[in-house]
């Protein structure tokens, strides 16, 4: 059976009878949603396979709590995201990024910014999304959640609402902390450089 | 809309169009599979044969139960003996009298 094919609800109906080629099949067709998630929210400690494992564990353990109230696919977002909040709030430690611990793609970037109040140039792209990836790292994981999803992933309120739980009003309020908080981050690194 | 020119707003916005990762949609790896199957068969074994332990907990009550008896019985047979032979205090008897004997003078002896 090819993934385009896979007919969710009799899969899901299969897996709850514990049929195990039906949990391979149900990975396969999850994979990319729970690899994007992972990718955007994993812990700088955690190995992604091993989030990827308490996900899909947590996912096929209580495949039973799924009412089909909401496509299965957002039940797994949010499984998802729990999990990796999760992980990213046992990560007590948040990093303080100077100069000094950039790559040189993302110097560039740095380097950019400063020079030109105009849009970045293509070239540099992946360079910003490692840096991104290294402010997001200094917020609070509730905080990260929200910029990684509204910014990155361009999702509406709504549906970083629908994903979490939280209200609107949170989410923006988490929203502005978070850019507040990488903007300074983003400026020291900026005047570093010019020093 | 005006365009937010801040190098934060900037920087977001080139991050985002940012290529995605070449291995962002690749297959399941063969050992996470592996992992999740063996995670699952893990946490479902005990209720995979629901009726066993049950039934394991009353043959062992069961048994138990017959030990008890047996040796209740056993205990308060007429002969008290588990084996049927003779009370070993009987034997003791006929020893203790075979030693008496011997110590009792020859000019004595029946």
Redesign the interface.
């Known amino acids: 059976m090819t993934d385009d094919e896979l007919n969710v609800p009799e899969c899901l109906a299969r897996v709850r009878r ?1 049929d ?1 080629d039906a ?2 099949a149900m ?2 067709h999850l ?2 949603l729970v ?2 998630i992972i ?1 955007s929210h994993r812990p700088r400690r955690l190995e992604e ?1 091993d989030l ?2 308490m996900i ?2 947590k996912i ?2 209580r495949v039973d709590q799924y009412e089909g109230l909401m496509p299965f696919e957002h039940w797994v977002s949010r499984v998802a995201v729990n999990t990796c909040l999760s992980a990213l709030r046992a990560e007590s430690i948040r990093p303080e990024w100077r100069m000094a611990d950039l790559g040189e793609e993302e110097e560039a ?1 740095v380097a950019n ?2 020079s030109t ?4 140039d ?1 070239s ?3 360079g ?2 490692e ?2 990836e290294k402010l997001l790292q200094t917020l609070k994981p509730e905080d990260r959640l929200v ?1 990684q999803s509204l ?4 999702r509406s309120v709504a549906e970083v609402q629908a994903i979490t739980g939280w209200s609107a009003a949170l989410v923006k309020v988490r929203a502005f902390r978070a ?1 507040l908080k ?2 300074k981050s ?2 020291r690194l ?1 005047k570093e450089r010019t020093t | 809309m005006k365009q937010k ?4 707003d ?10 995605p ?1 070449q291995d ?6 063969w ?3 592996q ?3 063996a ?2 068969r893990g ?2 074994q005990p209720e ?1 044969i629901p009726w066993l332990a049950p039934l394991l907990r009353q043959a062992f009550a069961a048994a138990g139960a017959l030990a008890i008896v047996v040796g209740f019985l056993a205990f308060h047979s007429p002969d008290n003996s588990v084996t049927g032979f003779a009370p070993a205090t009987h034997e003791l008897a006929v020893m203790d009298q075979e030693l008496t004997l011997a110590l009792v003078p020859t000019d004595l002896k029946p």
Request: charged content about 25%.
């Open positions: 514990g195990e949990v391979r990975m396969q994979h990319p690899m994007k990718r396979e990827a494992q899909y564990t096929f353990t970037v910014l400063a109040a105009g849009e970045l293509a540099v792209q992946a910003s999304r840096l991104v910029v910014h990155m992933e361009g850019r990488m903007r983003l400026e900026m | 020119t801040h190098p934060l900037r920087l977001l916005r080139s991050a985002a169009a940012a290529p990762r962002e949609a690749a297959a399941v790896p050992t996470l599979e992992r999740v199957l995670a699952l946490q479902r995979d």
